[in-house]
């Protein structure tokens, strides 16, 4: 089974693009609307910070009418960017504590838990502390209930010319039940072992220039994100989705490219490529004109 979604449904870029003008101020009905075409989304703010319990509570509300409907949740910075590079186990148990209680204990509940993103830090490099200290904190979380799913972005992670996770870090994974996160993105190659009965992907897009600090001051992308895929590009991954998803109970499939409704277009277009049947929407992407374009 394979499940796409996007990183995310709040961007006010998205209006008139994916979400109609008559919702623009209405923001509290995006998510009821998101969930209308995809299956499943990234929630990259409990990254930042912890939100209430009836936040989580109405974003389960939203999606009542929605079928099958997962969140799969950034665990928060505190612990995979501040207590996990400094082996601080005790700190971690009481931060993941309360993202259990207010975040994952009430989408457990309503059947919508996807899976928890582990993004480590790009700093967070391959030595033996680094790999006891991963090891200690998949261990304080593990839960059977609960799909963990590992994103390395130090290259030291990689096997020296394979492109490929360490061994070390995949019978890290393996002995944990978690997956290692394959990506799409200018700072990490893509892998491919799987680690676990579930796999995780996120494309990120592939701007190199803004994402090593090289955008150009005329430059009309958003961010690094604001990236469309070509439908070729998108193709080249098909094949190792569909390896992958014979291999896998579950995978889980997020478009990071967020800009300007980006996400949304090239995640329908994957289903497609897929064969996922989808409700069908034209999403227009009205890209802002370079400067340089009108003086030509």
């Known amino acids: 089974m394979i499940l796409t979604g996007c990183s995310g449904w709040s961007y006010t870029d998205w209006v008139d693009r994916f979400y109609p003008r008559e919702l623009a101020q209405r923001h509290s009905e995006w998510l009821r609307y998101y969930a209308s075409y995809f299956a499943t989304t990234e929630v990259n703010s409990t990254?930042?910070?912890?939100?209430?319990?009836g936040m989580v509570d109405s974003w389960?509300?939203?999606?009542?009418?929605a079928g099958r409907f997962e969140f799969s949740l950034k665990m928060p910075r505190t612990i995979t960017h501040e207590k996990l590079p400094n082996g601080d186990m005790k700190g971690i148990e009481e931060d993941y504590s309360a993202f259990?209680?207010?975040?994952?204990?009430?989408?457990?509940?309503?059947?919508?838990?996807?899976?928890?993103?582990?993004?480590?830090?790009?700093?967070?490099?391959?030595?033996e502390v680094n790999t006891a200290s991963l090891a200690g904190m998949l261990d304080s979380i593990h839960d059977e209930k609960i799909h963990c799913a590992v994103e390395f972005?130090?290259?030291?992670?990689?096997?020296?010319?394979?492109?490929?996770?360490?061994?070390?870090?995949?019978e890290l994974l393996s002995s944990q039940g978690s997956s290692a996160v394959m990506v799409?993105?200018?700072?990490?190659?893509?892998?491919?072992?799987?680690?676990?009965?579930?796999?995780?992907?996120?494309?990120?897009?592939?701007?190199?220039?803004?994402w090593y600090g090289g955008a150009e001051e005329d430059d009309s992308r958003i961010n690094r994100y604001d990236y469309l895929y070509s439908r070729g590009q998108l193709q080249e991954w098909v094949p190792r989705i569909r390896a992958?998803?014979?291999?896998?109970?579950?995978?889980?499939?997020?478009?990071?490219?967020?800009?300007?409704?980006?996400?949304?277009?090239?995640?329908?277009?994957?289903?497609?490529?897929?064969?996922?049947?989808?409700?069908?929407k034209e999403i227009k992407i009205l890209d802002q004109a370079k400067l340089g374009s009108f003086l030509e």
């Open 47 to 53: 990254f930042y910070s912890l939100p209430q319990r």
């Open 60 to 65: 389960i509300l939203k999606t009542a009418d």
């Open 100 to 127: 259990e209680s207010n975040c994952l204990e009430p989408l457990i509940s309503a059947g919508r838990l996807g899976a928890v993103l582990l993004q480590l830090p790009p700093q967070f490099d391959f030595t």
């Open 153 to 170: 972005r130090n290259r030291s992670w990689l096997e020296k010319g394979r492109g490929e996770i360490r061994r070390e870090a995949i």
């Open 184 to 210: 799409d993105s200018p700072a990490f190659p893509p892998t491919s072992r799987l680690t676990a009965e579930h796999a995780y992907i996120r494309f990120h897009g592939k701007n190199s220039d803004i």
């Open 244 to 280: 992958i998803d014979g291999m896998a109970d579950i995978t889980r499939m997020y478009f990071n490219n967020h800009g300007r409704a980006k996400a949304a277009k090239n995640a329908m277009e994957m289903m497609d490529l897929l064969g996922i049947e989808h409700q069908h």
